[in-house]
């Protein structure tokens, strides 16, 4: 397994990539570097990026749904995930389905471009609404 965490020209992103996983330990081991990197850095938006690995499925058996938890719990609002083949898209989904149950925003995309429209567009709503509270409070 091999992974790397930078913070994005975005200032609201922090990119991850995930190479060559075959376990679900190694998946744990890399959500907690996500997780340390984003108390660091506080980015409210992640894109992870998953290459040349095994589907994980079982998420809620494993754990992964509540290193999830606790990215939300570090500042993180959303949270897209892509992946480089067809087999990868469905454990994708299901994860996206299971965390959006549990409360977390969470979505799995098949290019970078939307997922970052994705972003983009919560950024500008939650920008809308602050200015909107501050002309209220003028008001």
Known sequence: M????????????LRAELLDRESIEETRTFLE?????????????????????????????HGLIECFRDLAQSGVSRIA??????????????????SQQHGLDVRSFTDEQTALGWFRYQGTQAERREEDRRQ????
């Open 136 to 139: 209220h409070r003028q008001w």
């Open 33 to 61: 570097a996500v997780l340390r990197e984003n108390r660091r850095y506080g980015r409210p938006c992640l894109l992870i990026r998953v290459a040349s690995s095994r589907p994980v499925f079982h998420v809620e058996q």
């Open 81 to 98: 995930l892509m992946g480089d083949s067809e087999e990868l898209r469905p454990s994708h989904e299901y994860l996206e389905l299971i």
């Open 2 to 13: 091999v992974y790397r965490i930078w913070t994005a020209v975005e200032p609201f992103i």
